[in-house]
Each structure stands twice: as C-alpha cells, then as structure tokens.
C-alpha cells in the first residue's frame, strides 16, 4: 500500500520561503512520477509541479514557475517542494501525489495516491 506523508507547511510572511517535504512509502517508485498540488478554500485542487522518480524531468504550473523548485532523493524515497518569494495566493493545503503517468500530467483524476496534505499560509 502506498503512502505518501506531506511535512513542512507553516506561517510565512509575503516574500518568505518554505520547503515542503513528502515521504513516500509502500511500494518501489522508480517509475512513478511525482506531484504536487495545492488547493485553497473555496477552490478546486490545482496542479503545482511534477518531477519524475529519476528527476531527469520536471513540469511546472506557469503560476509557480521560477519560484518554486521540485526535487527528489531517492534515497529517502522524499521529494521536496521548495517556494520562495511566497505570496498570500499561495496560501492553500498542499498535496503529494504519485502515479505512472507522464511528468505532464496535471489533472487530479491521473494520479491515483494522495498524501492528506500540509497547509501553507502566507500572511501579508
């Protein structure tokens, strides 16, 4: 069974950074990509970045691109979310997701292994 444990989320002032962590379990993942996504109150869940187990690739939304980093240890079967240069619209519950798909794929139906999320809140 697999598990996926999110750590990392807090209280950060605007033009902070966080580092978001997500601890994966249960299975081997050397062909699984790996996401995050995020979803703030009131709003459907929405995709952040993606980085495949090898991390020879990486995808992200154009909202996050250049400020947030997605990367991987295999080691620690961890991928991390770093942000920076945060904003209060990037105040959401943060999602850890994985499934075989293509680093692309961004829609919550594709990935089929949800961690329960860390919330991020960022104040202005």
């Known amino acids: 069974q697999v598990q996926l444990v999110e750590s990392g989320g807090g209280l950060v002032q605007t033009g902070g950074s966080l580092r978001l962590s997500c601890a994966a379990s249960?299975?081997?993942?050397?062909?699984?990509?790996m996401a995050w996504f995020r979803q703030a109150s009131g709003n459907e869940r929405e995709f952040v970045a993606a980085?495949?187990?090898?991390?020879?690739?990486?995808y992200y939304a154009d909202s996050v691109k250049d400020r947030f980093t997605i990367s991987r240890d295999n080691a620690k079967n961890t991928v991390y979310l770093q942000m920076i240069s945060l904003t209060p619209e990037d105040t959401a519950v943060y999602y850890c997701?994985?499934?075989?798909?293509?680093?692309?794929?961004?829609?919550?139906?594709?990935?089929?292994?949800w961690g329960l999320g860390t919330q991020v809140t960022v104040s202005s």
């Open positions: 980085i495949t187990w090898s991390g020879s690739s990486t």
């Open positions: 997701a994985t499934d075989m798909v293509p680093v692309t794929s961004t829609k919550t139906y594709e990935y089929h292994w």
């Open positions: 249960g299975r081997t993942f050397s062909r699984y990509t």
